[in-house]
């Protein structure tokens, strides 16, 4: 997934806002809270995608080759994307989408309401 495919992606999920930081990384934010980001945009880096995650699938993803604890983030059970090929798309687009959903679930429920979330 490229960074633009990433924002795309993002976009289209409800409710989210998306920044600029950290030296250009893509943050993506629900409520105010972030769920996903893409940095790494240096020549010959590919895009390395973050994302929080269940305790049970970080335990399981950072088992697996190319995906690794996320820097700064991994006590919050972040994993980040070394290896572009260690998901396929398709399970990359559920692992954010269930980023985006663990975060949004965790926003006070009159923040959820005000945003149009299920509450």
Not at 19 to 34: E, F, L, R, T, Y
Not at 102 to 111: D, E, F, S, T, Y
Request: glycine share 10%.
């Amino acid at each position: 997934m490229t960074r633009d495919e990433f924002d795309a992606f993002c976009k289209q999920l409800p409710a989210t806002t998306h920044v600029i930081q950290w030296g250009n990384a893509s943050v993506w934010k629900v409520g105010g809270k972030i769920f996903a980001i893409c940095s790494g945009w240096g020549e010959g880096d590919g895009p390395k995608i973050s994302f929080k995650c269940s305790d049970i699938s970080y335990s399981l993803l950072t088992q697996q080759e190319g995906l690794i604890p996320a820097p700064y983030l991994a006590r919050a059970k972040w994993v980040q994307v070394e290896d572009q090929d260690a998901l396929s798309g398709d399970d990359l687009k559920a692992y954010i989408e269930a980023a985006h959903r663990i975060i949004a679930g965790k926003l006070p429920k009159k923040v959820r309401t005000e945003l149009g979330l299920a509450v």
